[in-house]
């Protein structure tokens, strides 16, 4: 891996130096050129601090480590960058979350708070459908809204993969208090798993 990032970072410099380069070179410089190259740069960086971040575990680093440089927990490195090997078939696990799994969870949660329980309901896997039903999810709505008052907003999505699911957590916002919908995705677009958790407050 130590050649990868290398190579990569090589690639990087000469892109690099190409694109300081182009308007002394360049006659007629198109004007957009810096900002397209820019983008394939961006591009090139992400793949060189995956491969900075296998280099460093090839070398000894833990998770706690490359969190650190990376400003984040180690569980968060790790959901990036490891490479979990599944116990049930010994080989490499998928960690790409659904693709469309920040999408899914937004129109889950607008059907929620506005009572659409069938909508949410006919997303549900066979397993879910035999525990929780429209009725089910009206009242678990109710609890909320009892404990925290009216549905306010809800935050920006975030999704990771675990194994055969891919799980999303949102920020929701009632007048009195805040939870968090935790809804687990398979990859054909049902729903394995939905929980509204409260949210702890944040101390001082």
């Given at each position: 891996?130590a ?11 000469r ?9 002394v ?9 810096a900002?397209r ?8 960086v992400?793949?060189l601090?995956?491969a900075?971040?296998?280099?460093a575990?090839?070398?000894?680093a ?6 650190q440089?990376l ?6 490195a ?14 490499t ?18 059907e929620?708070?506005t009572?659409?329980?069938?909508e ?11 525990r929780l039903?429209?009725?089910g ?8 809204i ?36 935790r ?19 944040k101390t001082?």
């Amino acid at each position: 891996m130590a050649e990868s990032f290398l190579t990569l970072a090589n690639q990087l410099h000469r892109d690099l130096g190409a694109i300081v380069a182009a308007p002394v070179l360049t006659e007629n410089p198109d004007p957009a050129a810096a900002v397209r190259a820019s983008v394939e740069l961006q591009s090139q960086v992400t793949a060189l601090v995956a491969a900075a971040a296998e280099q460093a575990r090839g070398a000894g680093a833990t998770w706690q480590e490359i969190g650190q440089a990376l400003g984040v927990t180690r569980q968060a490195a790790f959901q990036r960058f490891g490479k979990p090997i599944d116990p049930r078939t010994g080989e490499t696990m998928n960690t790409v979350p659904l693709p469309e799994a920040a999408t899914l969870a937004e129109a889950v949660i607008d059907e929620l708070s506005t009572g659409r329980w069938d909508e949410v309901a006919e997303r549900f896997d066979s397993q879910m459908r035999e525990r929780l039903g429209s009725e089910g999810l009206a009242a678990a709505w109710a609890q909320v809204i009892g404990l925290a008052g009216a549905y306010e907003r809800r935050g920006e999505v975030e999704a990771a993969r675990a194994a055969d699911v891919t799980i999303t957590n949102t920020p929701l916002a009632f007048e009195a208090g805040d939870f968090t919908a935790r809804i687990s995705f398979r990859d054909d677009q049902t729903i394995a798993g939905l929980y509204l958790l409260a949210t702890e407050p944040k101390t001082s």
